[in-house]
């Protein structure tokens, strides 16, 4: 499986961007998929999980009610919607696949190469 992030940007505090998550390979779509993000400095955090059905969705407490992921599987893509953007939501967010829905990124076996996701105050 190899994944692609794209849709980073930079956007004022308030703001929204839609980072997408294309996917190459059938089975994808049978993988559960993360979003985490990793800022100058600090450690690479999660940030929301879907299953593979995208029926069971995860999020950090941080952006929990400000963010939401999706998937569509026809399109071999996963979607990260992120609304009321903050200056601390500021890194370079990665997607990844996994076995099974997680939240720790150990347990991620696929990654992307990451989007840079910039909010000015």
């Known amino acids: 499986v190899q994944l692609q992030a794209s849709g980073g940007g930079l956007v004022q505090a308030g703001g929204s961007l839609r980072l997408s998550c294309a996917a190459s390979?059938?089975?994808?779509?049978?993988?559960?998929t993360g979003w985490f993000r990793q800022a100058p400095g600090k450690e690479r955090e999660f940030v929301a999980a879907?299953?593979?059905?995208?029926?069971?969705?995860y999020y950090a407490d941080s952006v929990k009610g400000r963010f939401t992921i999706s998937r569509d599987n026809a399109k071999n893509t996963v979607y990260l919607q992120m609304n009321s953007l903050k200056p601390e939501d500021t890194a370079v967010y990665y997607c990844?696949?996994?076995?099974?829905?997680?939240?720790?990124?150990?347990?991620?076996?696929?990654w992307g190469q990451g989007t840079l996701v910039t909010v000015s105050s």
């Open positions: 990844a696949a996994a076995s099974k829905s997680t939240r720790s990124p150990y347990e991620y076996d696929y």
């Open positions: 879907i299953s593979w059905s995208g029926g069971t969705t």
């Open positions: 390979g059938r089975t994808f779509r049978s993988y559960p």
